[in-house]
């Protein structure tokens, strides 16, 4: 994988409920892919652990109410469950690897090795084996090809792992990541060059707006 300077990171509050282990197993796969790949939100990361281990040590002392502080220290004793990936490893990315360690742990370390599905007009999708609470997905996206336009119920995260995309007045290259949710509607548009290939994660099924792509989608799992 190429090593470009990353645009696209992580928002603060994505980092904290990743630092407190309080995102569901999929977005947390998201969430350690990109920390591995992206020195800035490592940066970041690292300094929300910070916060968390002196909220802890200063608790007693602090003037909360006592649901509040009981909530956070739940938050952040619990750390991650057993399902969901582990932090990522605070090391820059191994330029050798096609796959970031965070998900080579779920697909290996090569693209060619993946068994892709196709739901049509060339894009494949591998559905990847998370907890319920939110689905990961490989997308292969042929270069030049547009996602129906759609909208979202949630949080969506996409990371481009290979190739580009546009989306409106954006540019997302490889170690990029956007960041998606109810406000957003978009039909982003493969670059032209590779195929772009995404990590893609939705809390809840996407929202299309044509009735052709509304009728496939139970059938695609979309």
């Known amino acids: 994988m190429t090593v470009r300077t990353i645009q696209h990171h992580l928002t603060d509050s994505l980092l904290m409920a990743y630092s407190s282990g309080n995102l569901p197993e ?7 892919t990109h920390i591995s790949m992206c020195d800035k939100c490592r940066a970041a990361l690292e300094s929300f652990d910070a916060v968390g281990g002196a909220l802890l040590e200063d608790s007693s002392q602090a003037s909360v109410e006592a649901d509040a502080l009981s909530r ?7 750390g991650p469950q057993a399902t969901e990936p582990q932090q990522a490893d605070q090391q820059p990315l191994d330029k050798t690897r096609e796959i970031p360690a965070p998900l080579a742990d779920y697909i290996g370390d090569r693209f060619e090795d993946i068994t ?17 609470d939110a689905t990961a997905r490989l997308l292969y996206i042929p270069p030049g090809t547009a996602v129906p336009d759609h909208s979202h119920s949630g949080t969506e995260l996409t990371l481009v792992l290979q190739g580009a995309f546009a989306d409106e007045d954006d540019y997302f290259a490889a170690g990029d990541i956007e960041v998606a949710d109810g406000d957003v509607e978009h039909a982003p ?3 032209d060059g590779e195929p772009c290939i995404c990590l893609a994660v939705t809390e809840a099924p996407l929202k299309f707006s044509k009735f052709f792509h509304k009728a496939v989608q139970p059938f695609l799992n979309i």
């Open 26 to 32: 999929a977005l947390s796969l998201a969430v350690a």
């Open 72 to 78: 956070t220290l739940s938050m952040i004793r619990s």
């Open 116 to 132: 892709w599905k196709s739901i049509g007009m060339g894009v494949k999708q591998s559905i990847l084996e998370t907890s319920d």
């Open 189 to 191: 548009v493969a670059a």
